[in-house]
């Protein structure tokens, strides 16, 4: 717990341990301490070659599917490859406790990865749709295609894909034409709205919003602190960087979620 201020854990601990209903909203860095690159780490992140305005788009895997399906499918991999942290677990232990005593915590994540839900947490909301679920790129019909976990090879490839060798998406067996795609929000594409829905109204009905690893930047999602503030809750940040939200929150822990959250609950 070096360079965490412990009058901000203290202060936080306070203010959670009366609350009954608590929302958990988490972003990259949540995932990134795992071993998920984030997308836009110009070093080593999952886009590291191409950038997401030229692959992840309706429009890109329709005129090269098996480019985009062989760079999201790697990417895939590499989130299934690494394992769950300690803050991941402790929200799943807090989750399970708050369930037996008649609370709630409720997890609303904008990663596409299934850390969470590996840790032993359920997830009311994957805002951005997550890697592990599939459906028609035509007829987004839902498909059972199961991703296979990756050989060594496989993860020991680089993510510049003119090395790899590209897969050919799976065929849709609800419809003759159309090819499989993950269930994630690629740009361009709108939020799930039941995703959405969901996620205000975990925020609007907490004691507790508690905002970890996210830059609070990227819209919708960076409006669910604001709506849960706007309802009466308190806003707690774990961030180890000052984000645009950093100033209007009730306590700011300058730490990540894997040293913070084992010492909240």
Do not use: Q
């Given at each position: 717990m070096r360079n965490i201020p412990h009058s901000a854990i203290q202060e936080a601990k306070a203010i959670l341990q009366d609350a009954h209903r608590i929302a958990v909203l988490t972003g990259a860095g949540m995932s990134a301490e795992s071993g998920v690159p984030t997308y836009r780490d110009a070093q080593t992140g999952l886009w590291e070659k191409y950038s997401p305005e030229q692959l992840a788009t309706r429009e890109a895997m329709s005129n090269q599917?098996?480019?985009v399906w062989s760079w999201i499918l790697h990417q895939a991999r590499v989130m299934r490859s690494v394992q769950p942290h300690e803050g991941h677990k402790a929200l799943g232990r807090w989750q399970k406790q708050l369930d037996a005593n008649g609370g709630a915590l409720e997890i609303v994540t904008q990663n596409i990865d299934d850390l969470h839900e590996r840790a032993g947490a359920e997830v009311l909301a994957h805002l951005h749709g997550t890697t592990f679920t599939f459906r028609c790129f035509e007829c987004d019909a839902p498909s059972d295609y199961v991703l296979e976990d990756a050989t060594e090879e496989q993860l020991e490839a680089r993510p510049e894909l003119d090395q790899m060798v590209l897969e050919e998406p799976p065929a849709c067996h609800s419809c003759s034409h159309g090819f499989?795609?993950?269930?994630?929000v690629m740009f361009g594409e709108l939020l799930p709205q039941q995703a959405m829905d969901d996620a205000l109204e975990a925020v609007r009905t907490a004691d507790v919003a508690l905002v970890v690893g996210t830059s609070n930047i990227v819209q919708p999602a960076a409006s669910l602190?604001?709506?849960?503030?706007?309802?009466?809750?308190?806003?707690?940040?774990?961030?180890?960087?000052?984000?645009?939200?950093?100033?209007?929150?009730?306590?700011?822990?300058?730490?990540?979620?894997?040293?913070v959250l084992p010492e909240l609950h």
């Open positions: 599917p098996e480019l499989i795609r993950p269930d994630i602190p604001i709506a849960a503030s706007a309802a009466g809750a308190k806003v707690i940040e774990v961030n180890p960087n000052v984000t645009p939200l950093t100033e209007d929150v009730d306590v700011y822990i300058n730490g990540t979620a894997r040293n």
